[in-house]
């Protein structure tokens, strides 16, 4: 089993920064994808970002392209979400997912999720 838990959310104004975070537990965290979904209100979940359990490859929603920045670190069980340039439209809750498919069997993990409010 995997445990996420994200943290680094809050309240901003439009134009600034935030960086979340995402714990995770596990002896075998670096076997999975990583990859941040976010719910805004009265929407439906959507996929933000995402990054391959090398580290190597990255993929992100267009409306956060140029804008947000994925990465990961192994030896410490984490990953990380550089929101720039935020926009009101980006408020949602924001959720860290794990994934991993090996040996034809589908392994899906989910944080709690963690609140960001962009202001304008």
């Known amino acids: 089993q995997v445990q996420l838990v994200e943290s680094g959310g809050g309240l901003v104004q439009a134009g600034g920064s935030l960086r979340l975070s995402c714990a995770a537990s596990?002896?075998?965290?670096?076997?999975?994808?990583m990859a941040w979904f976010r719910q805004a209100p009265g929407k439906e979940r959507e996929f933000v970002a995402a990054?391959?359990?090398?580290?190597?490859?990255?993929n992100f929603a267009d409306s956060v392209k140029g804008r947000f920045t994925i990465s990961r670190d192994n030896a410490k069980n984490a990953v990380y979400l550089q929101m720039n340039s935020l926009k009101p439209e980006d408020t949602a809750v924001y959720y860290c997912n794990a994934r991993r498919y090996r040996l034809g069997i589908l392994s899906d993990y989910w944080g709690q999720g963690t609140q960001v409010t962009v202001s304008s």
């Open positions: 596990g002896r075998t965290f670096s076997s999975y994808a």
């Open positions: 990054i391959s359990w090398s580290g190597g490859s990255t």
